[in-house]
């Protein structure tokens, strides 16, 4: 039974560390992506997914659009 639950723990762990790597992915991934898409200086930044809206306004510095809001304006 101590194995069992021994390698439940390492799993565990391995799961952690998996994610925290991912994580720390994610944010790299997110600053690359709006240092360049800000580069020029934009008005806003538009999407057509919104998972990336989401992740992108987390930080960015201007607005983070959807495009179909665009056609609203």
Do not use: F
């Not at 600053?31 to 580069?39: G, T, W």
């Not at 008005?43 to 659009?65: D, F, S, Y």
């Amino acid at each position: 039974m101590a194995l069992a639950k021994r390698m439940a723990e390492e799993r565990y762990e391995h799961r952690e560390a998996r994610e925290h790597r991912i994580e720390g992915l994610k944010k790299l991934a997110r600053e690359r992506k709006l240092a360049a898409l800000s580069a020029e200086r934009p008005e806003l930044i538009a999407t057509a997914n919104i998972g990336c809206q989401m992740h992108l306004a987390t930080r960015a510095e201007v607005p983070i659009k959807h495009w179909i809001e665009l056609l609203d304006r």
